[in-house]
């Protein structure tokens, strides 16, 4: 079958009419709003798991589509668009987008393995130790003032009365009580003090810190209860992620010519 030079003319414009038509959903006041910005927003909400996908739900979108577009043409129209914050804002949000795509890229590129998630809840395990203390404190503003308590204490006064005058007035009204956390969680100075003593006994001199002067109790020690490796696997890999893109943005500013 041959067409004739006009069917054929007629043909051609028909086909190329319904890819044309099909770009758009609407077009307001001249302004066309794609298709795809439609499936690029349906394709985010059925991931976040909000709605499955339905007639409508995209008609819902379309209506929200339309409505920011006439509302956008309409802040053109009172001169938003040309306002210094409002331009500021724009280009802080256009380097956040440009920024993030090639941070999604990277991380793609540079993923973190299961050996190294392995081998960084080795080393946490090995830092946080095997025991954990309950641990009380008294903080107070000079050496002497701390002396004076440990003195008290010796004389016989009970730990959890004293700390009432602590300056730290976080743990003053329960007594001081810092409760179960294991040494790594504290200053080296402070939870070298406080793994020297057995249960129930207080540090017989003050621990000096950029806080002040600290006198230190042992109520209780026992096994550290740390998580498995399962559990903390996420917070392990989006940590080591972290850091990954720390040392790659400190390596790019080395690089840069900064004046």
Known sequence: MTFKPAKLLIALLAVAAVPAFAQNVAVVNGKAIPTSRVEAVVKQVVAQGQQPDSPQLRELIKKDLIGREVMMQEAEKQGFGKDATVKAAIENARQAIIINAMVGEYVKKNPVSDADIKAEYDRFSKQAGDKEYHVRHILLGTEAEANDVIAKIKAGAKFEDLAKASKDTGSAANGGDLDWASPSSFPPVFS???????????TEKPVQTPNGF?????????????????????QVSEALVQKKLQAYQEELVKKAKVQ
């Open 214 to 234: 600290h006198v230190i109790k042992v109520d209780d020690i026992r096994a550290a209860k740390l998580p498995t490796l399962e559990e903390v696997k996420p």
């Open 192 to 202: 070298a003090a406080f793994v020297a003593l057995g249960k129930g006994q207080v």
